[in-house]
């Protein structure tokens, strides 16, 4: 068996197979050295823990993006089995190789509803107290909720935290799980870019965002949080349909800062958008990517026509609570 910690540089025709293979393939952690590019040598952990939207499919194709087109160091870490180590979006209480974050530049988290143990907590919670910048996906305004562990130090950041209110969703991110407000799998969201922010970094050479993701329901967004791109509910799932006129614009993708006890303030991009079949759409790609260039201050090297294109083919399978990829 793979060892969890086995570093791998894939030739193209290993590539090639191992993306028409599961996510219980993948090695763990999936490791992209990263070629030539305007952010070589830059160390991305991205991290797949959610039990819904086939973040084990979506967060690797955007490593491999990252890597091949722009030069990122990539570490995808997934969750999985304890016995085997093998990815298992199911798994809740276990994400190994997080220690990888203490090199990294930046943090690309989608992550759902995990209770992880504190040696691991500690490695995420260590990273956003560092001031480095964090880009978090979707559920990812709720990504912890202790409920065996309730005594854990770390229990605080659950999602419903009164202590400390909203837990890392809200006071890190800028809002916690409030409802869906478009209806699920019935209700896309097409992407409005907020007037004024058109020539945001994140925003350069990004058209037509448009996601099988319901928009999320926002009661106000924490902290020095500046929303970029506004969320319209469209009456069915077709990019061309109608705006919902019974629903107002929510706040889909914003940016804001987070500090922590260094006392040194995170550069933080968020987006409730993420549902895997968003990933084909290029708008949302490209403003993911600009987001990674953003973070890590690299935002004069943004380019509008940089490819964001996959890396081989990405072909997703429909979401699921509990799901396991084939």
């Known amino acids: 068996m793979m060892s969890v910690y086995t570093r791998i540089a894939m030739k193209p025709l290993a590539v090639l197979l191992a993306l028409c293979a599961g996510a219980a393939a993948q090695p763990n952690p999936l490791v992209l050295p990263g070629g030539h590019g305007p952010a070589r040598a830059k160390r991305v952990v991205l991290i797949a823990g959610d039990q819904e939207y086939r973040s084990e499919e979506s967060i690797p194709a955007l490593a491999r993006i990252l890597a091949e087109r722009h030069g990122f160091h990539c570490t ?142 926002i009661n106000s967004l924490s902290g020095d949080s500046q929303p970029l791109v506004m969320g319209q509910v469209l009456s069915s799932m077709a990019p061309d349909s109608a705006p919902d006129p019974a629903k107002k614009l929510m706040p889909i993708a914003w940016t804001k800062s987070y500090t922590g006890d260094s006392g040194k303030p995170d550069r933080i991009f968020t987006t409730t958008m993420g549902h895997v079949m968003d990933f084909r759409n290029e708008g949302f790609r490209r403003m993911l990517v600009n987001a990674c260039y953003w973070a890590i201050g690299l935002e004069k090297k943004i380019s509008a026509t940089a490819s964001v294109e996959f890396v081989g083919p990405f072909d997703p399978h429909p979401i699921g609570v509990h799901k396991v990829t084939p």
């Open 76 to 217: 995808v870490l997934f969750s999985a089995d304890p016995v085997t180590a093998r990815p298992d979006p199911n798994v809740i209480d276990n994400l190994p190789g997080l220690e990888a974050l203490r090199r990294a530049d930046l943090l690309i988290l989608f992550a759902r509803w995990l209770e992880l143990p504190d040696a691991q907590m500690k490695e995420i919670v260590d990273y956003t107290n560092s001031g480095r910048p964090i880009v978090a996906l979707r559920t990812s305004t709720h990504p912890f909720n202790y409920q065996k562990h309730k005594d854990s130090p770390y229990a605080k950041f659950s999602y419903n935290s009164k202590e400390f209110a909203g837990g890392y969703g809200r006071q890190v991110l800028g809002e916690t799980w409030i409802n869906h407000y478009g209806a699920h799998q019935k209700q896309s969201t097409r992407g409005v870019i907020v007037p004024g922010m058109e020539r945001h970094p994140i925003l350069r050479g990004v058209h037509d965002i448009w996601g099988e993701s319901d928009v999320y329901e």
